[in-house]
């Protein structure tokens, strides 16, 4: 009995982490659909949380705040919701920034990590690495 609920448990975990990872990997596909390359400057890199604290310190994603001219010439700071730990630039950095043309504070870096598709695929490949889990609880009995 504690296997099955075990399982289940797994199959639960499995199931969101696979459905979260196929919709962030949608988001990064539409937005790389009809995003516009600018060159621009990481201007600040944002601390941002991750998960409860943890000791000996929490962990944190650094998100970076880009300056670029819009292919109009408007000169646009927005920060990009995609970060990491390390940094995915320094303070001061040129970088290459993709941008929503119909809203261009919607930027990424323009980077394989940056577009957010790798985590899309993390999130994916975790969630099936935990369903597979969760079958080999219940039919094994592996734990």
């Known amino acids: 009995m504690e296997r099955i609920l075990l399982g289940l448990i797994l199959e639960f975990v499995g199931l969101h982490l696979l459905a979260q990872g196929q919709a962030v990997r949608r ?64 303070k001061g950095d040129r970088v290459g920034v993709l941008y929503d043309p119909a809203d261009p504070r919607d930027v990424r870096i323009d980077t394989v990590t940056g577009h957010g598709t790798t985590a899309g695929r993390l999130l994916t490949a975790l969630g099936v690495a935990v369903l597979v889990a969760a079958v080999g609880v219940v039919v094994s009995g592996v734990w």
């Open 27 to 90: 988001a990064a596909r539409a937005f790389l659909s009809t995003a516009v390359r600018a060159e621009g400057e990481v201007i600040a890199l944002l601390v941002s949380r991750v998960g409860v604290s943890q000791r000996p310190r929490p962990a944190h994603v650094y998100l970076p705040v880009l300056r670029f001219r819009t292919a109009e010439g408007t000169l646009v700071e927005a920060r990009s919701p995609v970060g990491g730990n390390p940094a995915p630039a320094a």
